[in-house]
């Protein structure tokens, strides 16, 4: 599985872009510059098959309604996030205007379900909320990844004091991911990547050296 990283916005989200050896992508978490996202997708000569959204905040979301009508594939967000994640709720001026809605909206099943074997990229979702009520992340078992998006950084966790946060919430999140195999590579929504094994030796919020969230 091939990964690449574009970093977009005014909060320098890291957007994904991953394919299989049939040059089948999904983009996730297309924050901002759709164009240079679309930029990368055609550089590899890659067709998407999924956009898929770790949370709703709107850093990680404004590209999608335009790369998806551009190159057309289903939207795939939590329905607790969709409930706000395309309306003024979620605008942050100066930086983000309210984002467009995609016309290709669908939502994550369960916890702990699979989706995309089909396309020989299996990946589980994990419902990991505090950071947003329909937080996701995105765990490739085969290839011992982990997309955390907002929940996990390295070093650090997701905020929880945005509206909808909560940290309680949040640190059961995150004793799920902790569960996971040490080998587990973590590519977070910001910031560079990490590993199950180094956030559970050097992360303060994991270890119990820092409280607050």
């Keep these: 599985m091939n990964i690449k990283s574009v970093i977009v916005g005014a909060f320098e989200t890291n957007c994904y ?3 299989n050896k049939e040059n089948q992508a999904i983009v996730i ?14 550089k590899y000569n890659l067709s998407v098959i999924r956009y898929m959204l770790t949370h709703g905040h709107v850093d990680h979301i404004t590209a999608v309604r335009k790369l998806s009508a551009h190159m057309p594939a289903s939207v795939i967000i939590h329905k607790a996030d969709a409930e706000w994640a395309f309306t003024s709720e979620n605008s942050f001026e100066p930086y ?8 290709l909206l669908q939502f994550y099943p369960g916890d702990g379900s699979s989706i995309l074997e089909e396309e020989g990229m299996r990946c589980r979702i994990l419902y990991t909320p505090g950071h947003t009520p329909g937080s996701v992340c995105l765990y490739f078992p085969d290839e011992s990844l982990l997309f955390s998006g907002d929940t996990l950084f390295a070093g650090s966790v ?4 945005l509206p909808g946060g909560d940290s309680l919430m949040l640190k059961s999140s995150l004793q799920k991911l902790m569960e996971l195999p040490d080998r587990v590579i973590v590519y977070p929504g910001h910031g560079l990547a990490t590993s199950i094994a180094s956030e559970k030796e050097n992360n303060p919020f994991l270890s119990g050296s820092a409280e607050a969230f």
């Design 29 to 42: 978490d297309p924050g901002d510059e759709a164009e240079r996202i679309l930029a990368e997708i055609k």
């Design 158 to 161: 997701g905020r929880t004091d």
């Design 96 to 103: 983000y205007s309210a984002p467009e809605k995609p016309s």
């Design 17 to 19: 872009i991953v394919w």
